[in-house]
């Protein structure tokens, strides 16, 4: 593998990727909408399901390896243009497989989907990859459609493509309209006297299992490397947290202790994320996370610190 298409290489996740890949020596081709700021190398813009432009940029720079990350990447974003997330992340996921089974047929394909395939549960025993996948969103509905999609082309064509089923992923250089990148901008910001010592939350006992995105990006490059076309590989962590949990050691980190006030815009019915087995890809590829959740806090906090508010801090009620 030497060389590997990004798709939406732009978002938070494309750029740690980008830098996973060429720590390891490999050129990356980034490929986003052409509104992204484009990133470091090879670059092309275009749209994810414009499915001969796709193939163009295939047969032009002959990638031998894909990670397919483009996509409507939130519930909030889904619901609210239900004919945009089914063009991006169905018909997109069709566009980006077609082109390489045209172009590129002995490349690898990684499809990134969402534990989100699984529905929406809280404890009990943490689910293999056979389990049934039953979402209740239309964004878990759209990605559930991409990850079969993305099996289907492997069964049927031949294709080397699989898919990839991660929990929630955080870390630096996330957008504020996330609940810890959120949280983190607002204590950067009491702690450093530029605003009341006031905090505005959702509900704070729905529960995530958030994994640092640079052990979620370890583990997509390892997949491409190492994984089983035709297969589905859950990426977790061990536990998962409720958001107040991760807003008192956020807290702890920033030493300081807001006022909390319930934001009634902000605020949804307590949820949770399914913790998920990982056996399969251990066996697989020896991957486990490695970074502990506080070093991610820690790491998040330093970098709101660090950079400008990107917007409102206006917290998500639910990280994506």
Not at 130 to 151: C, F, H, N, Q, S
Not at 153 to 175: E, W
Not at 193 to 200: F, S, W
Not at 214 to 231: C, N
Request: glycine share 10%; proline share 7%; aromatic share 6%.
């Amino acid at each position: 593998m030497s060389r590997v298409l990004i798709t939406g290489a732009a978002g938070f996740v494309g750029r740690h990727l980008a830098r996973e890949l060429r720590a390891a020596g490999v050129e990356t081709i980034g490929f986003d909408v052409p509104e992204a700021p484009a990133g470091e190398g090879l670059w092309e813009t275009g749209r994810v399901e414009d499915g001969a432009a796709l193939a163009e940029i295939v047969a032009r720079r002959q990638p031998d390896a894909c990670v397919h990350l483009a996509g409507v990447a939130s519930e909030g974003e889904a619901r609210r243009a239900p004919e945009r997330a089914v063009r991006v992340n169905i018909e997109g996921t069709v566009a980006l497989l077609e082109a390489f089974r045209a172009r590129r047929p002995d490349a690898r394909v990684l499809v990134v989907s969402t534990s989100q395939v699984y529905g929406e549960t809280a404890g009990g025993v943490p689910l293999t990859e056979e389990a049934p996948l039953t979402p209740v969103t239309l964004y878990g509905l759209t990605k559930m459609a991409a990850d079969r999609i993305a099996l289907y082309y492997a069964a049927a064509h031949g294709l080397a493509a699989l898919t990839a089923r991660p929990v929630n992923h955080i870390g630096p250089g996330q957008s504020e309209r996330y609940v810890v990148a959120a949280f983190a901008r607002q204590l950067a910001d009491i702690a450093a006297g530029r605003r009341a010592p006031e905090l505005r939350v959702g509900n704070l006992e729905s529960r995530r299992a958030f994994m640092d995105v640079r052990d979620t990006v370890r583990g997509y490059r390892l997949l491409l490397e190492r994984g089983t076309p035709g297969r589905a590989y859950n990426l977790s962590c061990e536990r998962s947290y409720a958001i107040g949990e991760t807003l008192d050691l956020l807290c702890q980190i920033a030493g300081v202790c807001p006022r909390r006030v319930v934001d009634p815009a902000l605020y949804r019915p307590t949820d949770g994320s399914p913790l998920l087995d990982t056996g399969r890809i251990r066996s697989a590829v020896g991957w486990r996370p490695e970074i502990p959740f506080e070093q991610t806090l820690r790491d998040i906090y330093e970098d709101a610190r660090a950079r400008p508010a990107d917007g409102p801090t206006r917290p998500a009620c639910r990280e994506r």
